[in-house]
């Protein structure tokens, strides 16, 4: 079966600054589809040319198997859109864009004053006095009120806290388990691995690789800092898989990059010295990128990552 | 056309309409309260005794300065009025595409099952409602306010001075939602159009002294307001007619035809 939301070569240029380029993926209805990327990759542009908003240079969005047009309205009462950092009328409140939206929808919000209630959101403030974050909980609202079929949203916790965090993916958790088809844009890994089936990755305009969450978990890499009691060489880390960089901070002190999989193998190796710190954090999604898009030489390898295990589908 | 849009477009504004009707009706009823003690030859006197040019620059020149007509050209609505209502109407228009395109909120709209064409002819429905409400403050004040000052307007010229007036400002605004169409940011389309005009009323002047700088001819917008005849019992030459109503026509039109092929964010 084709997929509810598909992009066929889709390329957008900005005059001569590009936005997307030949980019082609599919997501089957009732899936979780995570769109990661860092800031200016061309996530919103793809989202903006699968709702009409943008007019693509090159290829074609689809939705539902139809070609979206930009002077089409039909296919989008079927889809929510939550982007992540709305732009709203100042002057009015949120329950005037509740209505607003609805007037367009043609329809009451099924979910609105639900919405509102688990959201802590009071509906009759101005837009100009509400925060980033309860902005961001009226565009949660007005994407997902009429219980859409298909809902796209664009980095939703963008300015949200943990709690109301935590309250969005319960949202979206639950609007899955309806049946609903999701695409979400993000270049938080987190928030990617939480709800997604699948994830595509974009990096400069172009869909580097299409990952299962597992496989991309195992890429995660780790960013090791230990510091031993009694001083000891680089020679000590010889030998181990896995640690794609390492670096020397003191005569006692480390910081290495372990790959996902390798952790066991370092921890194993730590134990045989006397540890005295040792802390160990995620890499950014931008040095995952780093780490397996991009070559020794500098050149992209957008069509092989360099570690293509399981679950991988390099483009 | 979506009532949705257009109702929201209109309720927006809602403050400033206030505030153009209000401003409108006051500033007739201070003409038509001014003109019985200031009316007659020795206005026509003093007004004359101007230089031809500083008289056009206040849209006179074709009339008796002597009549009501004259003076309600002269001193309102051969510039001032224009100002006004060009300011308002320019700014609805402005906002409409380029102005929304820019500040974010037309993509709330549109990711909405609503057509570009369907949110372009509502926000022309709420061009035409603005340009006949501010029509009617501007010449029913007058209507209103004028028995008490002795001061009247035959029903044609009343009707007649509420249709050219808000056809002017429909084509007036429809200038301005071509170029909102075309251009991203209220700022830059309401300066566009706000030149426009600059240089229309410019070409009009200086044509009183030189052929050569009638840029416009025919279809220069600001040469064509001549409602002070009408208020003094002629009718409203065809040509103002066409000249509004195509430039309305033709150039709505385009704003939509363009507005519903173009990116919008």
New interface residues.
């Given amino acids: 079966m084709a997929g509810v939301i598909e992009c066929v070569k889709l390329t957008k240029y900005y005059g001569k600054t590009r936005g997307v380029e030949d980019l082609t993926l599919e997501v089957p209805q009732g899936s979780v589809y995570g769109f990661l990327g860092p800031n200016g990759a061309g996530k919103t542009t793809t989202i ?1 040319c699968l ?5 693509p240079t090159g290829g074609e969005a689809r939705l539902f198997g139809e070609r979206v047009r ?8 079927r ?1 929510g ?1 939550v ?1 992540g950092e ?4 100042d ?2 409140t949120g329950r005037w ?1 509740i209505d ?2 609805s ?4 329809e009451r919000p099924a979910a609105a004053d639900d919405l509102i209630e688990r959201l802590d959101f009071d509906p009759s403030r101005k837009v100009k006095e509400l925060s980033k974050g309860n902005k961001q909980k009226l565009a949660l609202i ?1 994407g997902v009120m009429h219980a859409p079929e298909v809902l796209i949203l664009d980095e939703p916790t963008s300015g949200l806290d943990p709690l109301n965090q935590e309250t969005v993916f319960q949202i979206v958790e639950e609007r899955v388990r309806g049946g609903a088809t999701v695409f979400l844009s993000s270049h938080v890994l987190s928030e990617v691995e939480r709800v997604c089936d699948r994830v595509g990755i974009i990096r400069d305009g172009t869909l580097a690789a299409e990952e299962s969450v597992r496989s991309l978990l195992d890429k995660r890499l780790r960013e090791m800092t230990v510091t031993f009691a009694d001083p000891v060489g680089a020679e000590f880390f010889d030998g181990l898989a896995g640690l794609t960089r390492l670096e020397q901070r003191g005569p006692a002190t480390f910081v290495a990059r372990v790959k996902g999989d390798h952790l066991d193998e370092v921890v194993k190796r730590l134990a045989g010295a006397r540890v005295v710190d040792l802390s160990i954090q995620h890499a950014s999604l931008e040095e995952v990128f780093m780490e397996f898009y991009r070559g020794e030489s500098g050149e992209d390898q957008a069509a092989r990552p360099v570690d293509d295990a399981e679950g991988g589908e390099p483009r | 056309m ?4 257009f ?2 477009s209109l309720w ?1 504004r809602r403050t400033a309409i206030l505030w153009y009707v209000v401003g409108l009706a006051f500033y007739s009823w201070l003409m038509v309260w001014y003109w019985p003690s200031i009316g007659g030859s020795e206005y026509q006197k003093l007004i004359e005794s101007l230089p031809p040019e500083m008289l056009k620059m206040f849209g006179g020149t074709e009339i008796s300065f002597g009549t009501m007509g004259g003076f309600f050209q002269v001193e309102y609505l051969g510039l001032m009025w224009m100002i006004i209502v060009l300011s308002a109407v320019l700014v609805y228009a402005s906002r409409s595409f380029a102005g929304e395109i820019a ?16 949110v372009a002819a509502s926000r022309i429905a709420g061009l035409a409602v603005l340009s006949g409400v501010l029509s009617l403050a501007t010449f029913g004040s007058v209507q209103l306010f004028g028995p008490a000052y002795d001061v009247r307007l035959s029903s044609h010229a009343l009707w007649s001075l509420v249709a050219l007036g808000a056809l002017f400002m429909l084509a007036g605004g429809g200038l301005g939602m071509l170029i909102s169409a075309c251009v991203r940011g209220a700022g830059k389309a309401g300066g566009i159009a706000a030149g426009l005009f600059a240089l229309m009323w410019a070409s009009d002047i200086v044509s009183n002294v030189s052929d050569l700088a009638d840029f416009f001819g025919p279809v220069n917008l600001v040469s064509a307001w001549q409602p002070g005849a009408v208020i003094d019992g002629a009718s409203v030459k065809p040509e103002a007619w066409w000249l509004y109503g195509l430039t309305a026509a033709v150039s709505l039109a385009a704003s939509v035809a363009i507005f ?6």
Avoid: C, N
């Fill in positions: 903006r709702l009409g908003i943008l007019r930009v002077d089409g309205a039909g296919l989008r009462s889809v859109y982007p709305i732009r709203l009328f002057k009015e864009h607003y939206v007037g367009l929808r043609g007005l | 979506s009532w949705t849009v109702r929201a927006q500040d974010g909120t037309m993509e709330l709209t549109l990711s909405q099952p609503v057509s570009r064409v369907q519903s092929r173009r990116d919008a964010a």
